[in-house]
């Protein structure tokens, strides 16, 4: 690396190469009366060369050089009447210049290339290099427009920065490169669109040395999308920076909170690098051959750091910056260019409080698209639900006061999709006492959010200010930090206690709502019994939210116990957590497996269902054609189970009850696959005792084992508790569920039968709360019709589209539905690495052809295959028994899912997007469900 000259030579400022016929200028020589001469981009680099960071070494070539090259091979003449003829047409060329500018380009360019620079010249560019630079250096070539298109030569715009170049052997020509750049297609076409002469040449050349990278990137001291100084924003990613590369290698993002100090990260996998290419010039791209692509680029100090020098940065500019930066191998941070930050020309329009929204873990709750009554009501619920966790944690009711716009704001509603308001979700969850506390977001791949503490402060006060901070957080604040884990404690318990008799005291008011004839109901009937319902559920429903986040916080202290404690063990946290006693889940798996070995011992009952498709077989049966004895098992079974929506929690979605033909599906798939060896309950309590000693024999190796053993013992029977809480609520919010459906369905008919709906099932198109105002008379719109056609003709639009284009986690800013933007790193970036890795969920290892999950499940073969898929149904749950393995791109370890997979011993890996698109049909891979990692065994054609 070459030494600084900035630094290393201040006698050469005002020195006489700064007259202004120079062709070459020296950084400390570039001063603002150069402009004309240099450009922006030097201007800013000098600018940048007058904090107290070091810099990478560097000078510029000016715009004069051009001419001199000109000059001393005698060739102005031919330059003019190159430019002369088709200045003459330039202006006949409006209707279609793309072939006009194409040639014209191309004679110019190759003019400019074969220009023989002058031996005084290569003398001076070799001179500059050797006083300044190490021997035969790296260099990184870039253009510094004067006054043609600043903001176009500098966003990287199609104009070439030429990465590696091998010192005075290929300076000369990289310089003629940059300059023939200005002569693009493109560049022609801006200067025709902003009428600046043909033969105007306004380009000066900065040559600086690359210095060891490692990692690079760009830091902005206001977001460059909105707007909002309060914000401070970095993308980084490996190897070489090069903004031109920028969307063909995916980044890391961190947003810094200026006034805080807390900081959000959205991960990318980053598979591939810019690199020097082997040949040692030139750039190419290399895959990412050791670590994890999926962790952060940069630790918390280097985001520290990096957040501190942006700050000095700015100050020197007095203003927001953009900085480009790069860290070697050791994590180094070397600052490489700065100018005043720009940001998005939809900002004005868009500018207002960011956000980020994730659907990981309600994929599965809420698969595809959800019609408008069951979000209207969902979002109702966990308004009302999350104001008592809000109540429940608050030391004040002035913080609880300031809390309840939060609890509105905690889903949000894309395509027909449900999400988490991850940034509503994080502010919830700092009502819990400590600054480490663990939170549900790091279950959710790629979001972290933490605290840069203590806050870097470069000012004179910085050490009194650190001081105090200390003393705050570490002294004076310890009584007010007791009170607050004394009143989580306290809650907890009082909590858990209570629970289970809250539990019963919800299924028996179910058990009674049931019993009611909804059909002999008429309106104000109807009326009465919702609202009796939604009370219910509004008062009740924050038991499941509490419930939740109690769960995620100590299933977060075991992730970070395995992590610390048990390093070589894998996720045992998760081989620990199956046989969770009273799970009504895994009795409905028990229960389909012993329908389906009762049938597959009837030899002509078997025959006829593989025979016949499951449609035709609910036709049968509900015809009574099947089997007398079959019917009636089958009877039995639907009347205990077939409260189950065929899509969970949607009231739009049937029921089991009402459309059978899932069962057949089922039993058709699994009569053509069925296990020899089927999976018991004592198998699984084998498979979780063995976790148990395992965990307690590492224990046993390290210092602290008794406080350690019952540490992760708590924790263990408290994931448990909360997951068996969890399935139980789940149970009784399915039976709610087609409660409602039925109610409303009821109230549809009511309507269609006063010609107000086509249909009955047309309802699930309007809001809870619209239903209720039509009814009650305070509708803002009676034409239900219409509101209705209108609304199935944009959910139809978002069934066709699917997820294209909607990723599982992505910003926005301001006003949603106008700023949404798809976050880097979340792009299907077709890895090539032989090894990915993931979320584990269940434990084991299971080697397998892969089957992708089509939109019919049961007409494959599934046995011992591993099933990847971007999200999971609650429908497909008993075909999990014939699984090898399962990989799914969203999803959690808490999800039920994952709770279901440990139960039957089924390996399990989550949160690796893009895995569908990087695996075919049929491809043998290996998974490590305790590892979370994927092999690929035979790589596929695409990947």
């Not at 100050?315 to 941070?333: A, Y």
């Not at 009711?397 to 300031?402: I, L, V």
């Not at 109690?550 to 404690?565: C, G, I, K, N, T």
């Not at 409660?739 to 010609?755: H, I, P, V, W, Y």
Request: glycine share 6%; aromatic share 10%; net charge neutral.
């Amino acid at each position: 690396m070459g030494k600084n000259f900035t630094n290393s030579n201040p006698e050469r400022n005002g020195s006489p190469g700064a007259q202004l016929g120079a062709q070459i200028l020296d950084s400390l020589e570039v001063r603002p009366e150069f402009s004309t001469k240099v450009g922006s981009r030097a201007l800013h680099l000098a600018t940048l060369d007058r904090t107290k960071f070091s810099i990478p070494t560097w000078f510029v070539v000016t715009k004069d050089a051009f001419f001199r090259a000109l000059q001393s091979q005698g060739l102005e003449m031919e330059w003019k009447e190159l430019i002369q003829e088709p200045e003459s047409v330039w202006d006949q060329q409006a209707q279609a210049p793309s072939q006009f500018f194409h040639e014209l380009s191309q004679r110019i360019r190759a003019f400019i290339l074969n220009l023989s620079l002058s031996p005084a010249f290569i003398t001076e560019l070799e001179s500059h290099l050797r006083r300044s630079f190490p021997p035969n250096p790296l260099l990184w070539v870039r253009p510094s427009s004067v006054d043609e298109d600043p903001e176009a030569f500098e966003s990287g715009e199609g104009e070439p920065n030429l990465l590696a170049v091998r010192g005075i052997t290929e300076l000369p020509g990289a310089i003629q490169e940059i300059w023939a750049s200005a002569f693009s297609e493109a560049s022609l076409s801006r200067r025709k669109s902003r009428g600046i002469p043909l033969g105007q040449f306004s380009l000066a050349v900065i040559v600086e040395e690359l210095v060891e990278t490692d990692r690079s990137g760009m830091l902005y001291t206001l977001h460059p999308e909105t707007g909002a100084s309060d914000q401070i924003y970095i993308r980084c990613r490996p190897g070489l920076f090069e903004q031109a590369s920028v969307d063909e290698i995916p980044s890391d993002t961190f947003t810094v909170q200026r006034s805080s100090g807390a900081y959000s990260t959205l991960t990318g996998l980053k598979d591939k690098k810019l690199v020097v290419s082997s040949s040692g010039s030139g750039t190419q791209l290399e895959s990412v051959s050791s670590g994890i692509p999926t962790e952060p680029c940069l630790s918390e100090g280097e985001i520290k750091n990096l957040v501190q020098r942006g700050l000095e940065v700015e100050r020197q500019f007095e203003q927001p910056i953009e900085l480009e930066f790069s860290l070697n191998s050791q994590g180094q941070i070397r600052l490489l260019f700065a100018r005043p930050a720009r940001i998005s020309k939809d900002a004005p329009a868009l500018k207002g409080n960011p956000c980020q929204w994730d659907r990981m873990e309600l994929s599965e709750s809420f698969p595809g698209v959800t019609l408008p009554m069951t979000f209207s009501l969902l979002k109702k619920v966990s308004k009302e639900s999350h104001g008592v966790l809000v109540n429940a944690l608050s030391s004040s009711k002035a913080q609880a006061q300031e809390y309840q716009r939060v609890c509105e704001s905690t889903l949000g509603f894309f395509r027909g999709r449900v999400f988490k308001n991850l940034l509503a979700q994080k502010r919830l969850q700092s009502l819990y006492p400590g600054r480490s506390m663990p939170t549900a977001l790091s279950t959710t791949w790629g979001m972290k959010e933490k605290h840069l503490s203590p806050r870097s402060n470069s000012s004179k006060e910085s050490f009194f200010l650190n001081i105090f901070s200390r003393l705050k957080y570490g002294f004076f604040d310890v009584p007010s930090k007791v009170l607050r884990w004394g009143h989580l404690l306290f809650q907890f318990f009082k909590f858990q206690n209570k629970l289970p008799r809250q539990i019963r005291s919800f299924e028996s008011k179910l058990d009674s709502w049931n019993q009611v004839q909804l059909q002999n109901l008429n309106l104000s009937q109807l009326e009465k019994l919702y609202f009796e319902i939604e009370h219910h559920i509004l008062n009740d429903g924050y038991a499941l939210v509490l419930n939740d986040h109690f769960l995620h916080v100590f299933y977060r202290y075991l992730e970070s116990m395995d992590a610390s404690w048990l390093p070589e063990e894998g996720a045992l946290r998760n081989d620990a957590l199956n046989e969770i006693k009273g799970l009504k889940s895994r009795e409905f798996l028990w229960a389909s497996k012993d329908l389906l070995k009762w049938t597959s011992k009837r030899l002509a009952l078997k025959n006829q269902i593989l025979q016949e498709s499951p449609e035709r077989l609910t036709e049968l049966y509900l015809q009574g054609e099947l089997s007398e004895t079959f019917c009636r098992r089958i009877r039995t079974h639907i009347q205990i189970y077939g409260e189950r929506t065929l899509e969970e929690y949607k009231l739009e979605s049937q029921t089991l009850s009402e459309n059978p033909s899932p069962l057949f599906h089922y039993l058709k798939e699994g009569l053509a696959n069925v296990r020899e060896a089927e999976l018991r309950p004592e198998t699984i309590k084998s498979s979780r005792g063995k976790a148990e000693m395992r965990i307690l024999g590492a224990l046993r190796r390290s210092p602290r084992y008794y406080f350690k053993k019952k540490a992760i013992q708590f924790c263990l029977d408290s994931v448990r508790k909360g997951i068996q809480n969890r399935e139980q609520f789940r149970w009784a919010q399915l039976k709610l569920n087609y409660l409602l459906r039925k109610l409303f369905l009821q109230l549809g008919k009511l309507l269609q039968a006063e010609g107000l709906l086509e249909m009955a099932e047309d309802i699930f198109y309007l809001t809870v709360d619209e239903v209720w105002d039509f009814v009650q008379g305070g509708a803002v719109s009676i034409d239900l019709w219409g509101l209705i056609d209108l609304r199935r003709q944009e959910y139809e639009e978002y069934q066709l589209r699917g997820d294209l284009g909607l990723p599982s986690q992505f910003s926005t800013w301001g006003v949603p539905y106008l700023g949404e933007r798809e976050v880097e790193g979340f792009k299907d970036s077709g890895s090539s690495l032989p090894r990915l890795r993931g979320v584990p969920c269940s434990g084991g290892q299971v080697t397998a052809d892969v089957h992708l999950l089509s939109s019919d499940l049961y007409s494959s073969n599934l046995q011992g295959k591993i099933l990847v898929t971007t999200e999971l149904n609650l429908v497909w749950t008993p075909s999990l028994a014939h699984l090898g393995g399962l990989v799914v791109e969203r999803g959690t370890p808490l999800s039920h899912s994952a709770i279901m997979a440990r139960e039957l011993g089924v390996p399990m890996i989550s949160g690796i997007p893009g895995i569908t698109s990087q695996l075919k049909e049929g491809q043998r891979i290996s998974i490590d469900g305790s590892s979370g990692e994927v092999s690929l065994l035979e790589p596929s054609a695409s990947i």
